[in-house]
């Protein structure tokens, strides 16, 4: 879904390093064709989260000026349609493995689960408990763990820049602390141990197609223009140096190898382990980072 | 949400403000519809008045048919339609004008010699885009049913327009080919279809930066006598717009570009302003660009959306085309005989958490920069959206204008609408 204005979905195709519009062209509402659906913008003010099924088939976005409506892709059918029509709060997506969408409806106090699929049908899962508040979470599975990984544009004050829901009950566990105002942290950006990380802003998290154990959530941050690794299992903030070419756990990391300036993770994961990055107004395919 | 209550209000009263179908010494014309080709959807009309009505032509199709789960298909053919003067469609089918392999998009076109040339960008070779242009008769009959390759080197050619400049066509794009960044080139068409300039011609190079700095959407327009003014958009890291003037192909004026205004006093288009449109009148030019960029660092212009410019390309006055603050996209200027008319759109809110729809305006502007005539709502409501007008005109006081018109039901192909503003 482009940013600037223009409501319409580009697609990116890697090895030709070709970008066209899929959908989309003037702006407002309609469900129908990919030749004349309608949509909203997103924009600076208005985060829209986006989530692709594990078969490739349907793409996930929510349409921010269209009440954050979720927007499904039909890539078989070349057919756009509205889910969860009556859902118009602030919401975070992701997919699964067994083809339905994990919905966060998230507001004060507590949050729900819903899982849907692409016919429309869905389900309540647990209500999620609110460790802390904010905007529209942007989210990553760990369908191993059960866990539900989510970050988030965040009212202070708050605790966590990455938390976990535990998908069986919806308890809220931290993960990424943030440093109390005022209290011990090393410089922004500096690698080390998850306690004392100080970061800029809001961010995306994700995790890589090569990492069944989910042991590695890669992690982007407004305006930083790093690519961050948190490593669950041994609790350390990672970040990459594009002049070693690989990531390291101690300094900062160099280089803005990952471009997006706002708020999300890799834009899109290929097969080979690389990720697709962008911006208003290039795409940047960059190659695998192990 | 400030700014969103600003827009939310100009585009109110700008609807108050413009009546239709007449009003004044104006008259409106009611829409007309073009022909589909093979019942595909209709995109990004661009016209041009030939001898005695306009050619239409858009972008037919986009994507190819089938399931794009494991490839994405494209498709599209350029086609076009020819409008008499009473606002009548004369082709009961659309002329082909290119039906190659692959996309054809983004066309633009021009009148001289009594000959049309469309150019567009063109993704036959699979790899990249090039321009490509072909002449077509003021009866309709295509010349170059194959397109004439105007520039083809590798990487992205793109995004054309084309300018009759009393000698020859002068076609401009952005081009890739430095593989780091966009430049502005340019090359001219003969009325014989042979291009003049083959290597093309670098009318503005690349803003030297670790990050690029790349010029884009270059817009043109002539006064005659071989010149043409020509004006782009940069790189946020590159300055702001900028243009130069052109004669015989080659740029004669480097410092053309005098009106160029700096983001921070938002007073003229800045790097997020692409596309600008641009128009020859008899005692300069007017430009507009897009000032409507959703809310957050870097936006449009919110001090003017369009500028007076004179023989030479100074900048003379900014000014706002409904003349008070409002936000536009997608515009187009031509000069009608007496004064310049301008369409657009604007971004309308109905309701909150409903998405603003595309409605389509047109006005008069008078050489200084002066409202003229009313600004008239054409088209668009949030059941059926109108977007990317274009504008044409006899040169005696008519101007056509023609848009896309987007369906109330998703089983309805977007067409190209079309109506005429007559100034008395």
Same mark, same amino acid.
């Given at each position: 879904m482009t940013e600037g204005g223009r409501p319409e979905f580009i697609s990116y195709d890697p090895p030709t390093e070709r970008y066209h519009t899929v959908t989309g062209s003037a702006g407002g509402y309609l469900d129908g064709p990919f030749a004349r659906a309608r949509f909203g913008c997103r924009g600076y003010n208005a985060r829209a989260r986006q989530a692709d099924s594990f078969d490739g088939r349907y793409h996930f976005a929510t349409d921010p000026e269209n009440g954050h409506l979720i927007r499904c892709l039909d890539f078989e059918k070349q057919e756009v349609r509205t889910l969860l029509p009556d859902q118009r709060r602030s919401k975070g997506i992701v997919a699964d493995s067994k083809g339905r969408l994990l919905v966060v409806l998230w507001q004060r106090g507590t949050s729900q689960l819903v899982y849907v699929t692409p016919d429309g049908k869905s389900e309540n899962g647990p209500a999620l408990e609110m460790g802390q508040d904010g905007w529209t979470p942007v989210l990553a599975l760990d369908e191993k763990n059960g866990r539900l990984y989510g970050t988030a544009y965040l009212k202070a004050p708050y605790k966590w820049y990455v938390w976990y829901w535990n998908l069986t009950d919806g308890s809220f566990h931290g993960v990424l602390p943030s440093p109390p105002k005022g209290g011990p942290r090393r410089k922004q950006n500096e690698l080390g141990p998850f306690e004392g990380a100080y970061l800029y802003g809001e961010g995306g998290v994700d995790f890589g197609p090569d990492d069944p154990d989910k042991r590695f959530l890669y992690m982007g941050r407004c305006d930083t223009a790093y690519l961050f690794r948190l490593d669950l299992e041994k609790k350390l903030l990672e970040g990459f140096d594009a002049i070693e070419g690989r990531f390291k756990s101690t300094g900062f990391p160099r280089s803005t190898v990952y471009p997006t300036t706002y708020y999300y993770p890799p834009l899109g994961w290929m097969k080979d382990g690389s990720f697709v990055g962008g911006r208003s107004h290039l795409c940047y395919l960059y190659r695998r980072i192990k | 949400m400030k700014r969103i209550s600003v827009l939310l209000i100009a585009s109110l009263a700008v609807v108050l403000s413009g009546s239709s179908p007449a009003e004044g010494s104006e008259t409106l014309t009611p829409e007309a519809l073009l022909p589909l080709h093979n019942r595909k959807d209709a995109y990004t009309p661009a016209m041009a008045y030939g001898k005695e009505g306009c050619l239409v032509v858009w972008q037919s199709g986009r994507t190819g048919e089938g399931s794009m789960v494991k490839s994405l298909l494209y498709g599209a053919d350029l086609v076009a339609c020819r409008v008499d003067? /009473? *606002?009548? @469609?004369? #082709?009961k089918e659309p002329i082909v004008l290119s039906s190659a392999t692959d996309l054809q998009e983004k066309p633009h076109l021009a009148f001289g010699d009594n000959l049309f040339l469309a150019v567009w960008q063109d993704l036959r070779n699979g790899k990249d885009y090039d321009i490509y242009a072909a002449r077509v008769t003021p009866e309709g009959k295509v010349l170059d049913k194959e397109g004439i390759l105007v520039s083809g080197l590798p990487h992205n050619q793109c995004i054309p327009k084309v300018a009759w400049d009393g000698k020859a066509f002068q076609v401009v794009w952005q081009d890739f080919r430095s593989n780091v960044s966009y430049e502005i080139y340019g090359a001219r068409v003969s009325t014989t279809g042979k291009v003049l300039d083959p290597e093309g011609v670098l009318l503005k190079k690349r803003f030297t930066s670790r990050s690029g700095g790349s010029r884009y959407s270059p817009a043109i327009a002539s006064r005659g006598e071989g010149k043409s003014l020509v004006l782009w958009c940069s790189h946020w890291r590159g300055g702001n717009s900028g243009g130069v003037m052109v004669e015989e192909g080659q !740029?004669? #004026? &480097? #410092? $053309? /570009?005098?009106? $160029? *205004?700096r983001n921070i006093k938002t007073d003229g288009p800045n790097?997020?302003?692409? @596309?600008i449109a641009l128009a020859a009148g008899p005692d300069g030019f007017l430009a507009s660009w897009m000032s409507f960029v959703p809310g957050g660092r870097g936006g449009g212009t919110r001090d003017s959306n369009a500028m007076v410019l004179d023989k030479s390309g100074k900048h003379m006055k900014y000014l706002f085309l409904a003349g008070k603050q409002h936000y536009i996209r997608q515009s187009d200027v031509i000069w009608d005989g007496s004064a310049y008319s301008a369409g657009w759109i604007e971004r309308i809110v109905v309701k909150r958490g409903q998405a603003p729809h595309d409605a389509v305006f047109l006005t008069r502007i008078s050489?200084? *920069? &002066? @409202? !003229? *005539?009313p600004v008239h709502a054409m088209a668009g409501t949030f059941e059926s959206p109108a977007s990317k007008p274009t504008v044409a005109t006899d040169g005696k006081g008519t101007t056509f204008i023609a848009y896309e018109r987007h369906p109330k039901t998703g089983d309805v192909p977007i067409k190209i609408a079309f109506r005429l503003l007559r100034a008395k």
């Open positions: - | 003067m /009473n *606002g009548k @469609p004369l #082709d !740029v004669v #004026d &480097e #410092d $053309a /570009n005098t009106f $160029a *205004g790097w997020v302003s692409h @596309p050489q200084q *920069g &002066e @409202p !003229v *005539g």
